[in-house]
């Protein structure tokens, strides 16, 4: 069975610090695997995806970035944090003939100070 | 700009009720809907709609589309406190690998 991972569950981080948020996929391979972020009254917002290794879209224009080094791994950074940063951050990915139907991991919830 | 709307955004009702919640949409190439109960944490899938009049059903749950009316709802019945979570809608357009979410829909079920 699929199973997705994040890490770590939660993260407190000073403002104009770096950031690094992993996702890790089992169970499957050459999954979509999406980034999204959830903050209080805003609904999920999607804010990178990828089809592929090395294949990033990214939805919204900040100060975040996301990498796929490897087929079931993805990577969410930053290099300074703001305090508009902080929320719950969620991976998702699909997978085969069911591209539809995203599944989420945990979640990682970041608080920036 | 491709949009769900989610209505209504909170409801309080005590165990036993029968709930219904709405989403609508507006997105060109509609795809697919998808529907999510969120707990604590991560969203976990409930149905997926492509068709209309097909309804999807799930113990309590069951859940319809509209294509003509761009609309979805989801019934809950005999509604208990486990239910209470916040209840996600979203789209999909075809030719996109992008799921379009509603601001959810928070459901609180009394004693």
């Known amino acids: 069975s699929q199973t997705i991972h994040q890490w770590p569950a939660t993260l407190v981080q000073p403002v104009g610090s770096p950031l690094s948020l992993e996702c890790t996929v089992e169970g499957t391979s050459n999954p979509n695997l999406y980034w999204y972020r959830q903050a209080a009254g805003r609904g999920l917002q999607l804010l990178f995806y990828s089809v592929g290794i090395g294949q990033i879209s990214s939805e919204v224009p900040q100060n975040l970035s996301a990498s796929r080094p490897q087929d079931r791994q993805f990577i969410l950074s930053s290099k300074k944090l703001l305090l508009s940063d902080s929320g719950f951050y969620l991976c998702?990915?699909?997978?085969?003939?069911?591209?539809?139907?995203?599944?989420f991991g945990p979640g990682t919830r970041l608080t920036v100070l | 700009e491709d949009k769900v709307v989610q209505s209504p955004l909170s409801l309080v009702v005590h165990e036993g009720d029968t709930v219904t919640l709405n989403c609508s949409y507006e997105?060109?190439?509609?795809?697919?809907l998808l529907w999510y109960k969120q707990e604590k944490k991560a969203p976990t899938f409930l149905f997926m709609l492509t068709s209309s009049g097909i309804e999807k059903k799930s113990g309590r749950l069951s859940s319809i589309l509209d294509k003509k009316e761009l609309f979805s709802i989801l019934n809950i019945t005999a509604t208990q406190t486990g239910d209470s979570a916040i209840y996600l809608c979203?789209?999909?357009?075809?030719?996109?690998?992008?799921?379009?979410f509603g601001k959810g829909m928070k459901l609180t079920v009394n004693p």
């Open positions: 997105v060109t190439n509609f795809r697919s």
């Open positions: 998702a990915w699909t997978y085969g003939g069911a591209r539809d139907t995203q599944y």
């Open positions: 979203a789209v999909i357009q075809g030719g996109s690998e992008k799921l379009v």
